[in-house]
């Protein structure tokens, strides 16, 4: 019934720069997404849902009875930075993908249009069946690209509903998502390499990479996928190591770049795979120098069978005098295949789909779904369709949405009303 509505709506939305920025008054995340969350809330509130702001770290939209089972459906307006190369507008475009109309924009696929649509799935739900026999919220989020401070500050002022999921990762649906940990390496910056600069954030393979070593300037292109996938991009950090280690036989720098040089941490000893056949990754995304020190950024998807604390401990063997710098760390998720949540959901993705084989996944994304006793990410990215999340031209297909509408409508439905 909305869809033609809900393009509109989006290309708006999308035109909000959301990357994180320094805190403004009233903007704990920068201007940009104040003002997405605040569009966001006030289409809601047109809808006839509830609005509700929390000092603009997060912001939700309920319908239903304050009184009934709360469901909650998560998902985050904030996206990572745009990188280089976009050949349409990374703040909104209908454009052509393969030959097909799509929606193009930062936060397409990731993750401004899967959480949005969700409240224009429930207004139609309540126009044809009636109100929900759950309590059900919209929370949108504005920080899980870089640090979920919009979760911490929502604890600290409101509750979970125990149960939900958020449209943030990959259908038919998600049982297990190995841990995250991010940790900083710092090592002697080699004598002749006095700058280099690659990366933003250590959860993408970065595209680009420059650097200067004996007066010289070098650079190298890649091409950029989402961290926990390193193995679908090409890391430009990794790419201009090596080159500079074979160009002027730098033998430190090319040892630094052969220890980095396997997304499966194979040359550090960290080639590990547990008993759902889950491989530990790694993500050099963030590479640093200023002629005193090297600094590496490493985004690492850890699976059952280690810890943060091997990590560090197996790094420091393989990596002569480094020194390790935990920063980040989320802990693995991992829900019974036999759920209620997890059956129903996957009832609804393989009835709109007549995808009939298909079983839920384990994946290296880390999802809000963490943050509730019971909840799991379901879509929007489709098994035999995949997307550039976290890459240039990030977009939608119109018949990915109009399928990603259909089965999340049909899953609230059994779910909620």
């Given at each position: 019934?909305?869809?033609?509505?809900?393009?509109?709506?989006?290309?708006?939305?999308?035109?909000?720069?959301?990357?994180?920025?320094?805190?403004?008054?009233?903007?704990?995340?920068?201007?940009?997404?104040k003002?997405?969350?605040?569009?966001?809330?006030?289409?809601a509130?047109?809808?006839?849902?509830?609005?509700?702001?929390?000092?603009n770290?997060?912001?939700?939209?309920?319908?239903?009875?304050?009184?009934?089972?709360?469901?909650?459906?998560?998902g985050?307006?904030?996206?990572?930075?745009?990188?280089?190369?976009?050949?349409?507008?990374p703040?909104?475009?209908?454009?052509?993908?393969?030959?097909?109309?799509?929606i193009y924009?930062?936060?397409?696929?990731?993750?401004?249009?899967?959480?949005?649509?969700?409240?224009?799935?429930?207004?139609?739900?309540?126009?044809?069946?009636g109100?929900?026999?759950?309590?059900?919220?919209?929370?949108?989020?504005?920080?899980?690209?870089?640090?979920w401070?919009?979760?911490?500050?929502?604890?600290?002022?409101?509750?979970?509903?125990?149960q939900?999921?958020?449209?943030?990762?990959?259908?038919?649906?998600?049982?297990?998502?190995?841990?995250?940990?991010?940790?900083?390496?710092?090592?002697?910056?080699?004598?002749?390499?006095?700058?280099?600069?690659?990366?933003?954030?250590?959860?993408?393979?970065?595209?680009?990479?420059?650097?200067?070593?004996?007066g010289?300037?070098?650079?190298a292109?890649?091409?950029?996928?989402?961290?926990?996938?390193?193995?679908?991009?090409?890391?430009?950090?990794?790419?201009?190591?090596?080159?500079?280690?074979?160009?002027?036989?730098?033998?430190?720098?090319?040892?630094?770049a052969?220890?980095?040089?396997?997304?499966?941490?194979?040359?550090?000893?960290?080639?590990?795979?547990?008993?759902?056949?889950?491989?530990?990754?790694?993500?050099?995304?963030?590479?640093?120098?200023?002629?005193?020190?090297?600094?590496?950024t490493?985004d690492?998807?850890?699976?059952?069978?280690?810890?943060?604390?091997?990590?560090?401990?197996?790094?420091?063997?393989?990596?002569?005098?480094?020194?390790?710098?935990?920063?980040?760390?989320?802990?693995?998720?991992?829900?019974?295949?036999?759920?209620?949540?997890?059956?129903?959901?996957?009832?609804?993705?393989?009835?709109?789909?007549?995808?009939?084989?298909?079983?839920?996944?384990?994946?290296?994304?880390?999802?809000?779904?963490?943050?509730?006793n019971?909840?799991?990410?379901?879509g929007?990215v489709?098994?035999?369709?995949?997307?550039?999340?976290?890459?240039?031209?990030?977009?939608?297909t119109?018949?990915?949405?109009?399928?990603?509408?259909?089965?999340y409508?049909?899953?609230?439905?059994?779910?909620?009303?």
């Amino acid at each position: 019934m909305y869809l033609d509505d809900f393009i509109k709506d989006a290309l708006v939305l999308l035109s909000f720069d959301t990357v994180k920025a320094p805190a403004k008054k009233n903007a704990p995340f920068g201007k940009g997404t104040k003002e997405a969350l605040e569009y966001v809330l006030k289409k809601a509130k047109k809808m006839g849902f509830k609005v509700t702001n929390y000092d603009n770290y997060v912001g939700f939209a309920s319908i239903g009875d304050e009184s009934l089972p709360g469901f909650d459906i998560l998902g985050h307006l904030d996206t990572v930075p745009l990188g280089d190369g976009w050949t349409h507008s990374p703040y909104g475009e209908l454009a052509d993908y393969k030959g097909r109309p799509a929606i193009y924009g930062r936060g397409a696929l990731d993750d401004k249009i899967p959480i949005f649509v969700c409240l224009y799935i429930i207004k139609e739900l309540v126009a044809r069946v009636g109100q929900p026999r759950r309590h059900i919220r919209v929370i949108f989020g504005c920080n899980e690209e870089d640090g979920w401070e919009c979760m911490d500050h929502f604890r600290k002022v409101d509750k979970i509903a125990p149960q939900g999921f958020t449209p943030d990762a990959d259908f038919p649906a998600i049982y297990y998502e190995k841990g995250i940990y991010h940790c900083k390496l710092e090592l002697p910056c080699p004598e002749k390499l006095t700058f280099f600069d690659c990366g933003e954030r250590a959860n993408m393979v970065p595209n680009s990479a420059t650097a200067i070593y004996d007066g010289r300037k070098m650079s190298a292109r890649g091409i950029s996928a989402h961290g926990s996938k390193p193995n679908e991009g090409d890391n430009a950090g990794l790419k201009l190591l090596k080159l500079l280690g074979r160009t002027y036989d730098d033998q430190a720098i090319m040892d630094i770049a052969t220890k980095l040089d396997d997304c499966y941490g194979k040359n550090v000893g960290l080639d590990l795979v547990d008993k759902e056949g889950q491989p530990l990754t790694m993500n050099v995304g963030i590479i640093k120098a200023d002629g005193k020190k090297l600094e590496i950024t490493i985004d690492f998807r850890y699976p059952l069978n280690i810890e943060p604390e091997q990590i560090d401990k197996q790094l420091q063997i393989a990596i002569p005098g480094v020194k390790v710098y935990g920063l980040h760390n989320s802990n693995r998720l991992f829900v019974d295949k036999s759920t209620n949540l997890l059956t129903t959901l996957m009832d609804a993705y393989k009835d709109m789909t007549l995808d009939l084989t298909a079983q839920p996944l384990a994946i290296g994304g880390g999802t809000y779904a963490r943050c509730m006793n019971e909840a799991v990410g379901f879509g929007p990215v489709f098994p035999d369709d995949p997307m550039p999340i976290h890459c240039v031209d990030e977009c939608i297909t119109i018949d990915q949405l109009d399928k990603m509408y259909r089965i999340y409508y049909e899953a609230i439905k059994r779910l909620c009303f």
